[in-house]
């Protein structure tokens, strides 16, 4: 039975779910809100702000949609999936409750220490006063600063001394540049190790774990420059091995559904766990309540599953029976961005080379776009600081890095900016396994 469909958000990370949602027999009409230009190829757009709520829940109801996907944080937290439930409309993603667990740092810190999940050690603080003094006390650096609320990715400060923290703390909590986010903040020691991607479905019940991924978040080669949302991806993640997975679903994804459904929050949908693999083991460093970007770019053309029926069974709570299986290969994602980004960037530069928004003729490569505009005339145009996600997958990381490159040199606009190394420290991880 064709299934209506409506995916909530606009950037790469929609795009991939609308790609392989589309893959599925029982995918219908499929629309996205905002979406945006490119995005346009593969679904109907509809201009409606992802954080209004209550037009979004309007929209779908007049629409009549069998099925929304809300793909992005600040609807999830703001409650979409509640307010959709509440008008008979089944949804993937957390209700507000869940939500949580990405919308306040606090929570999950408290949750983590409360049912012995392994993270950094933390305190939590809402005066700036007494941040310091516990800064100086515990005299570690560097040390790591995080506002409390959604802060877009980019409320995280490492501070290598004690003049660094004391003007991260003006910061965030006197200057409030991340508005209310900055509150409460949570003081964290700073964990060394490989970082590694898990995103995961569960139904509350069961956690059926996706495959690993690997996240280059500064803007400039040798991991140089400063965070941005991601410059490229790569999956597997080397790092992440059978021996390492299996600690964590023991110590870590079990034990953090089951903490959710102890605090009477039982969460559904994508839980994904940003995890630090230190000298003494994994630990999380931050939980997602949705499915990472631009992890999903590399993760779901992975995917050999139907996505919507695994979907739908974390919304009904029958995971259990449904087969979630990754291909053997590997995949990976070089981000073409605007220049400048993640500072000033200028929009609406005509991007070449593609046409109906992918690259003719090339096999196992998909380009999603983040940040696209057409224009009246029909010129598709950059809209946005990340603009294009090029994948490609292969039997092996070299062959899937090649040819993700290879594909993304066919693509030009004004000052394209994308990095040189994406997947470089994995291949040295996998050459030092061999």
């Known amino acids: 039975m064709a299934e209506k469909i409506l995916v909530v958000g606009g950037g790469g990370r929609e795009h991939a779910i609308i790609k392989a949602l589309k893959k599925s027999p029982d995918c219908g009409e499929i629309w996205c809100a905002p979406g945006n230009g490119g995005i346009s190829y593969d679904a109907k757009c509809k201009n409606i702000k992802s954080t209004d709520v209550d037009t979004m829940v309007g929209f779908a109801v007049e629409e009549k949609f069998d099925y929304v996907v809300v793909a992005q944080d600040d609807p999830l937290a703001l409650g979409m999936v509640d307010a959709l439930a509440a008008v008979g409309i089944p949804a993937f993603g957390p209700d507000k409750a869940a939500a949580r667990i990405e919308a306040s740092k606090v929570f999950s810190k408290d949750l983590m220490k409360k049912y012995g999940i392994p993270t950094a050690k933390y305190e939590t603080f809402d005066d700036p006063a007494k941040v310091m003094e516990y800064i100086k006390a515990e005299g570690k650096y560097p040390v790591v600063i995080k506002a409390d609320g959604l802060a877009l990715g980019k409320g995280v400060l490492i501070c290598e001394n004690e003049q660094q923290a004391a003007d991260g703390v003006k910061e965030i909590m006197l200057d409030k540049k991340f508005g209310a986010s ?111 970007d631009p992890e999903t770019q590399v993760v779901l053309p992975l995917l050999e599953g139907d996505l919507l029926h695994i979907m739908q069974a974390c919304t009904n709570g029958t995971l259990e029976n449904e087969e979630v299986k990754f291909s053997d290969g590997a995949a990976a994602c070089v981000i073409l961005a605007s220049g400048g980004y993640p500072v000033a960037y200028e929009k609406g530069k005509p991007i070449t080379g593609l046409v109906d928004g992918q690259l003719p003729g090339e096999e196992n490569v998909t380009v999603y776009h983040s940040g696209t505009a057409i224009t009246e005339d029909g010129t598709l145009v950059t809209a946005g600081g990340r603009v294009l996600g090029v994948t490609a997958t292969g039997p092996r990381l070299t062959n899937a890095l090649s040819h993700a490159y290879e594909a993304a040199e066919k693509i030009s606009f004004e000052k394209l900016h994308k990095r040189s190394d994406i997947g470089l420290r994995a291949l040295k991880a996998l050459a030092e396994k061999e």
């Open 182 to 292: 900055g509150n409460h903040v949570v003081v964290e020691e700073f964990l060394t190790g490989p970082e590694v991607s898990v995103l995961s479905f569960t139904d509350g019940k069961v956690v059926k774990p996706m495959v690993s991924s690997m996240d280059h978040k500064r803007a400039n080669d040798h991991d140089t420059g400063l965070n941005t949302g991601g410059m490229g991806t790569i999956a597997p993640n080397p790092y992440y091995t059978p021996e390492v997975a299996a600690e964590c679903m023991e110590k870590i994804f079990l034990p953090t559904i089951k903490a959710m459904n102890a605090e009477g929050c039982p969460f559904k949908g994508c839980l994904y766990f940003g995890l630090m693999l230190t000298p003494d083991g994994p630990k999380v460093i931050e939980y997602n309540c949705r499915f990472g």
